[in-house]
């Protein structure tokens, strides 16, 4: 559970304990949906968000960490590729990297055009959420919109930036969004179903 600093622990078991049924329902809901899968490292990864269809290549190298090198639409892992959790952690770095060198510009553009600044962007792989502005300015980006529908990826942060000017989501909130992405209401509906294409690998959820 997440809940405010303040919250007593009493409070938090309380609330578990009344709701156990929804618990119980909403679990088996997801394990219908996401169906375990046999772990293996990816040969190839899809990123429909910015159109890189990427090859994946493996070799055995000395020492004790999992580089990589990205070059053209190959990326090469070198090290303990038999550390299957390293190879991971480096494709999570890597991933990070490109997510923010292909957000950046887009995120700009869109930007400018509704008109709303932000301080600065950062990329994370958020569990729970897609994305988030703070208080401060700061956007987070979910890397696994790299997995998505590139329109899926514009309407998050056409809705991450209209935030900052409206941080709740009033009527004037979304009327901001609508004027920028009028199927928002189809987009936002998707975006609930989409940690589906999230590849179960990177180990995300």
């Given at each position: 559970?997440?809940?405010?600093?303040?919250?007593?622990?009493?409070?938090?078991?309380?609330?578990?304990?009344?709701?156990?049924?929804?618990?119980?329902?909403?679990?088996?809901?997801?394990?219908?949906?996401?169906?375990?899968?046999?772990?293996?490292?990816?040969?190839?990864?899809?990123?429909?968000?910015?159109?890189?269809d990427i090859?994946?290549?493996?070799?055995?190298?000395?020492?004790?960490?999992?580089?990589y090198r990205?070059?053209?639409?190959?990326?090469?892992?070198?090290?303990?590729?038999?550390?299957?959790?390293?190879?991971?952690?480096?494709?999570?770095?890597?991933?990070?990297?490109?997510?923010?060198?292909?957000?950046?510009?887009?995120?700009?553009?869109?930007?400018?055009?509704?008109?709303?600044?932000?301080?600065?962007?950062?990329?994370?792989?958020?569990?729970?959420?897609?994305?988030?502005?703070?208080?401060?300015?700061?956007?987070?980006?979910?890397?696994?919109?790299?997995?998505?529908?590139?329109?899926?990826?514009?309407?998050?942060?056409?809705?991450?930036?209209?935030?900052?000017?409206?941080?709740?989501?009033?009527?004037?909130?979304?009327?901001?969004?609508?004027?920028?992405?009028?199927?928002?209401?189809?987009?936002?509906?998707?975006?609930?179903?989409?940690?589906?294409?999230v590849p179960?690998?990177?180990?995300?959820?």
């Amino acid at each position: 559970m997440v809940v405010p600093k303040r919250t007593r622990p009493a409070d938090v078991a309380s609330f578990v304990a009344e709701s156990q049924d929804w618990i119980c329902k909403a679990r088996d809901s997801f394990a219908c949906s996401h169906k375990p899968e046999p772990f293996a490292l990816p040969q190839h990864i899809e990123l429909p968000a910015v159109g890189r269809d990427i090859t994946v290549r493996y070799l055995p190298k000395g020492g004790r960490t999992v580089r990589y090198r990205f070059s053209g639409n190959c990326l090469t892992l070198s090290g303990r590729i038999d550390d299957e959790k390293a190879c991971v952690a480096a494709i999570r770095r890597w991933l990070a990297g490109l997510a923010k060198a292909e957000f950046a510009p887009r995120l700009r553009a869109l930007s400018d055009l509704i008109g709303v600044d932000y301080c600065r962007m950062q990329v994370r792989a958020q569990r729970t959420c897609w994305g988030s502005r703070s208080s401060s300015g700061t956007l987070s980006l979910n890397l696994c919109l790299m997995f998505l529908h590139p329109d899926l990826m514009r309407y998050l942060m056409i809705h991450e930036l209209c935030h900052g000017r409206h941080m709740n989501h009033s009527k004037r909130f979304w009327r901001l969004v609508g004027r920028f992405e009028p199927r928002y209401r189809t987009l936002d509906a998707e975006l609930t179903e989409c940690w589906q294409v999230v590849p179960s690998w990177l180990g995300i959820y």
